[in-house]
C-alpha cells in the first residue's frame, strides 16, 4: 500500500498538473540544463579528483531521475527503447565508471555528449508547459539539432585528432573545424588526418549542411503549431486555425489571445 502511495506521489510530480508538479518539472529542466552546460565545459579538461566526484554525484542524480521514470511508465520497455533513454544509460555509465576506467576518459568524453540527446526530452517537458516553444517548435527543435551534430562532433574530431593533429590543439580548434566544414568554408588551414579524419569530415559536411538548411527553412517558412485534428490526424496547421485546412473539421487550438 505505501509502495502504491508513493509510486502515484512521484507519478503526480512527473505528470500532475499542480504547482508543485509544475515546479518540480522545471526544476528537472534546470537540472538538464545544468548537466549539459558541465559536460561542455569538462569534455576538453584533464580528469581531477574534484571532477570525478561531481561526476559521480550527477550520475547518482540522474540514475535516481531515470529509475523513477523508468518504474512509472506505464510501458517501461517502450521507454527503453527510446533513444534519449539509451543515452541516458550510456552517460550514467560513463559518469560512474569514469573513476575505474580513467585512462579511457577520452571514449567516456564522447558518451557524455549523449547527454545532448536528452535536450529533445526537455523540450517535450518545455512545450506542454510553454506556449513560446509550443509557437516556434520547429526553429527550436532545428536550431538542437545543428546544436546536438555540432557539439557531439566537435567531441569526435577533439578525442580522435587531440596529440595526433597538430593543428587540433584544443576544444575550440575542433569546434571551429567542425563549423568551417559543416558551412563547407574549407579554409585550409586545419585538415583532419588519417581515413578516419577524412571520413568524419565528408560526414560532417553532408549531414550538417543538412541540418543547417532545415534549420533555415524553419526560420523563413510560414510558422505552424502542433495540434492533431481528431477526424484527419493532419498535425501541423496555421496558429490561428479554425477549421482543418485538410478535412474542414473545426480546431480548438490553444492560443493566448491577442491584444
Known amino acids: 500500500?505505501?509502495?502504491?502511495?508513493?509510486?502515484?506521489?512521484?507519478?503526480?510530480?512527473?505528470?500532475?498538473?499542480?504547482?508543485?508538479?509544475?515546479?518540480?518539472?522545471?526544476?528537472?529542466?534546470?537540472?538538464?540544463?545544468?548537466?549539459?552546460?558541465?559536460?561542455?565545459?569538462?569534455?576538453?579538461?584533464?580528469?581531477?579528483?574534484?571532477?570525478?566526484?561531481?561526476?559521480?554525484?550527477?550520475?547518482?542524480?540522474?540514475?535516481g531521475d531515470f529509475m523513477a521514470r523508468l518504474w512509472i511508465a506505464p510501458n517501461k520497455f517502450r521507454m527503453l527503447r527510446q533513444i534519449y533513454t539509451i543515452a541516458d544509460i550510456f552517460v550514467i555509465l560513463s559518469l560512474l565508471l569514469a573513476p575505474i576506467f580513467s585512462q579511457s576518459f577520452a571514449f567516456l568524453r564522447i558518451l557524455r555528449a549523449l547527454r545532448l540527446l536528452h535536450s529533445y526530452h526537455v523540450l517535450r517537458d518545455l512545450r506542454s508547459e510553454t506556449p513560446f516553444f509550443r509557437r516556434n517548435e520547429d526553429v527550436i527543435l532545428g536550431a538542437v539539432n545543428l546544436g546536438v551534430f555540432v557539439f557531439f562532433v566537435t567531441s569526435l574530431v577533439f578525442v580522435l585528432q587531440f596529440g595526433a593533429n597538430p593543428g587540433i590543439e584544443d576544444f575550440i580548434a575542433?569546434?571551429?573545424?567542425?563549423?568551417?566544414?559543416?558551412?563547407?568554408?574549407?579554409?585550409g588551414d586545419i585538415v583532419l588526418t588519417g581515413t578516419t579524419g577524412r571520413l568524419l569530415?565528408?560526414?560532417?559536411?553532408?549531414?550538417?549542411?543538412?541540418?543547417?538548411?532545415?534549420?533555415a527553412q524553419a526560420i523563413f517558412r510560414p510558422r505552424k503549431v502542433s495540434y492533431t485534428c481528431p477526424s484527419c490526424g493532419l498535425n501541423r496547421h496555421e496558429e490561428d486555425a479554425v477549421h482543418c485546412k485538410h478535412c474542414g473539421e473545426p480546431l480548438k487550438i490553444e492560443t493566448e489571445g491577442s491584444n
Open 1 to 63: 500500500m505505501a509502495e502504491t502511495k508513493l509510486k502515484e506521489a512521484i507519478r503526480l510530480l512527473y505528470t500532475g498538473r499542480s504547482r508543485r508538479a509544475e515546479l518540480f518539472r522545471y526544476a528537472l529542466i534546470a537540472f538538464d540544463v545544468f548537466t549539459i552546460a558541465f559536460f561542455i565545459v569538462t569534455i576538453p579538461m584533464t580528469p581531477s579528483t574534484k571532477i570525478f566526484l561531481i561526476d559521480i554525484a550527477v550520475g547518482l542524480l540522474i540514475f
Open 201 to 215: 569530415a565528408i560526414g560532417i559536411m553532408i549531414v550538417g549542411v543538412a541540418l543547417f538548411l532545415q534549420l
Open 174 to 187: 575542433a569546434l571551429y573545424f567542425t563549423v568551417s566544414a559543416l558551412t563547407t568554408t574549407g579554409f
